[in-house]
């Protein structure tokens, strides 16, 4: 009976619930002060990993952080990466940080944009009569000021028509 017992010890360790905290913050720039907003937090050492991200004031409040020694690493577009102090976060108490993010210069090679640009097709696909793109100022140098059809009782009247 004994030996069941220390046999199914290893079980009933592996069996106990995972106690949760909670955590949350705001990240700000450090030199206007300034929240962030779509800044990312990831719990390091975390699993499953939990990742938040900032608000519109660069407040975050990740769920599920499991207890015990935890570290956090902030990223956003801009900034250097941080990587926070070990908190110790327990189940008894809520933590409460503030991330100050330092920005930073990203630098890369050229970047080239290259664009298709067709001029006499239409822009729409759904446009089933022969279409042109003109400027404000191509319309202006028209003697009637005007190129743009309209639609009467389903008949199109184009402007030098109605002139004649």
């Known amino acids: 009976?004994?030996?069941?017992?220390?046999?199914?010890?290893?079980?009933?360790?592996?069996?106990?619930?995972i106690l949760y905290t909670t955590i949350r913050g705001t990240v700000t720039d450090k030199s206007t002060q300034s929240p962030l907003v779509k800044a990312t937090i990831v719990l390091l050492n975390s699993n499953p990993l939990v990742v938040t991200s900032t608000d519109t004031n660069g407040n975050f409040t990740p769920s599920k952080v499991p207890i015990g020694r935890r570290q956090l690493k902030v990223t956003s577009v801009g900034y250097a990466p941080y990587i926070?102090?070990?908190?110790?976060?327990?189940?008894?108490?809520?933590?409460?940080?503030?991330?100050?993010?330092?920005e930073t210069i990203i630098t890369s090679t050229e970047v080239e944009i290259k664009g298709d640009y067709r001029?006499?097709?239409?822009?729409?696909?759904?446009?089933?009569?022969?279409?042109?793109?003109?400027?404000?100022?191509?319309?202006?140098?028209?003697?009637?000021?005007?190129?743009?059809?309209?639609?009467?009782?389903?008949?199109?009247?184009?402007?030098?028509?109605?002139?004649?």
């Open 84 to 102: 926070s102090e070990v908190y110790k976060l327990s189940s008894r108490k809520e933590t409460i940080v503030l991330i100050p993010l330092v």
């Open 119 to 164: 001029k006499y097709e239409a822009i729409s696909k759904m446009t089933t009569a022969g279409v042109r793109s003109f400027s404000v100022d191509a319309t202006s140098s028209e003697p009637n000021h005007s190129r743009v059809c309209i639609k009467q009782s389903g008949t199109w009247i184009f402007p030098r028509q109605a002139a004649r």
């Open 1 to 17: 009976m004994l030996i069941l017992l220390f046999a199914e010890f290893p079980h009933w360790l592996s069996a106990q619930p």
